[in-house]
C-alpha cells in the first residue's frame, strides 16, 4: 500500500521523515537505504515490530522467528516492516523481582514509538509483564497498534499426568520440602513440565494478560490460546502483519479501541476465566494511561455478576492447551455475549460482536456455559476492612472451601527476610488456625512487590499434612499460585497502612463472602502502635530503583509512576 492509497487524510509519520526535500529527508533516506531499503520501500507505512526476544526470557525464545512471519504479512498488505528491540523481563530470572521493570519497559515502548518513524506497530509479548507494559505503552503514545503474544507452552507431561509451569512447580516443591519425593523425582520432573517454547500454560498472569489483549479487542480473534509451537501461531503472526497495515490505513489507534467498555469487557473475561490477581493493578495502569478510573469496586461489581466458566488451572481442571482446542477466548466469549458490550472495536476494524459471530464452544467440559457455571461468581474478590481500607484481593476460586470464612491469630513476619529466616522453625508459634502475615512487601517494601504473596506453609505443619492456610500480605502472587492468599493490601505497611500495625497473637477475620478482612484490634491501641512505627529504610539510594521508590503508586493505582500517569488525571487522583 502506497502512502497515497490510504483513507485518511493525516500525513504519516514516516511521510515527515522519509518524503521531505530538506536535509534530515536526505539524511533519514539516505541512512535508511544504506540497510537495503529502497526508495520503493520507504514510501509505504512503515511498521514497527518490537521484537522482545532474549535469551534471558524463555517465554520469547521463539519470538526471531514469529518476526519473520509478521514481515511476511506486512510486505503483503503493502507496508514495509522494520524490527526493533525493547527491554524484555522474563519473570523467573529478573531480581528483586519482575514488577520493578513493568514501567521501564512501558517507558521504553513508548518511547521507541514516539521517537521513531513508525505509523504502526506489532507487539510481541508473552511473559508476565511484558504484555502490560506494551498496552500501557500502546495507550501512551496512541499509535496504531496490535498485540501478537508468543502462545503458551504445551502441556508438560509426566506419567501420563499433564503438568502446568508453574501451579505444579509449586507442588513438586512443596512435595519434596516435605520429604515425600526424592532429588532425583524432582530433577525428572524440572524436564518434563516446561518442554517446548512459549510462556506458562495455566490461566497465570501470562495467559490472563493474552486473554486480556484479546477482550480488549487489541489482538486478532483466537490469538491467545493457540500453542507457541503450533504452525496456526505463524499463521496468525502473518495475519497480523497484515492487518497492522490495515489499521495504519483506516487510521484506527489504540485509545479508538480501549474505551471503558473494552475495559469492562476484559474484566469480565478475567473474572469468567479465574485470571491471575496481577491482572486487577495491570488493568489499572492501563485506564489511568487512557486517562480513566478504575476504582477495585468495578472489579468487584463485575466479579459477582460475571459466572466462572473456564475449567482452568490453577482455579480448574486443563491448561492452555485443551483451551485453546475449545475454541479458546472467542468461545469464552461468545458463551458471554450478554456481559459484553459487543459494539467495541477492535483491531479486526471491526466489533468484538462482528468478530464473535460463528464462535462456538467444541469442549464443554473446558468452557462451561453461564447457566452451568463452575461457580456463580467471578475468580477474584475485592475485600475491604481495617486491615486494607484501600482494598486487598483474593482469587476466590482458589481458596479451600474451609477457609472462605475464617477467624485466626496472627503470626507475623515482618519483611520477606525475616519470613525466610524464621517460616520453618521448629519452635514458631503456629497451627492450621493461624493467620500468616507478611509485611513490607508491597510496592516500595520489598521493593516493587514481589510475586511472594504465597507465604510457604511451615515445614512442620506441611509433615502433618496441611497444605492451606490464610496467608495476608501486601504482595504479588503469581497468576499461578493457589491457596487462601490475601494479597496487594493498601495501603502497604512500608507507607504505615494497618497491616503494619498488625502483631502476632491479634485476631484477624477472613470472609469472603461478605468481603470483609477485619483485624480485630481496638482502634486506641492501633493508634498506640501507630505512634510508635517507623517506616522502613528504602533499599536504594540512587538510580532507577530510587525513582521506584519514589514514584510508584499503590496497588489500588495500578503501581504506575505518578508522572506517567495523564496530567488531568494525576491531579484528580494525586491532587497534584
Ligand atoms: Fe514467562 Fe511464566 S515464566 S509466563
Redesign the pocket.
Known sequence: MDNEERDHVEPLKSERYFQEKDLWGFIHRSFTKSMGYSEASLRKPIIGIANTFSELN??HSHFNELVDYVKRGVWQAGGTPMEFPTISI???YIKPTTMLLRNLMAMDTEEMLKGHPIDGVVLLG???KTVPAQLMAAASANIPAIVLTGGPMLNGRLGGRSLG??TDCYGFTLEHKAGNISDEELAVAEDAICRSDG??MVM???STMASIAEALGMALPGCAAIPAPDSRRRHLAEETGKQIVELVRQGIRPRDIMTREALENAITVTMASGGSTNAIIHLIAIAQRLGMKLPLETFDEISARTPFILNLRPSGQYQMEEYFEAGGVPALMKELEELLHGDCLTVTGETIADNLRGARTLDRDVIRTVEEPLDTQGGIAVLRGNLAPDGALVKQTAVSAHLKSHIGRAVVFESPEDLTRRIDDPDLEVDETSVLVLKNAGPKGAPAMPEIGQIPIPRKLLQQGVRDMVRISDARISGTSYGALIVHAAPEAAVGGNLALVQSGDRIELDIASRRLILHVPDDELARRRAAWQPPKPHYDRGYGLLFHERVLQANLGCDFDFLLPAELRRELLGE
Open positions: 524463555k517465554c522474563g519473570e523467573p508473552g511473559c508476565d509451569a508453574c510462556h506458562c497465570g498472569t501470562a
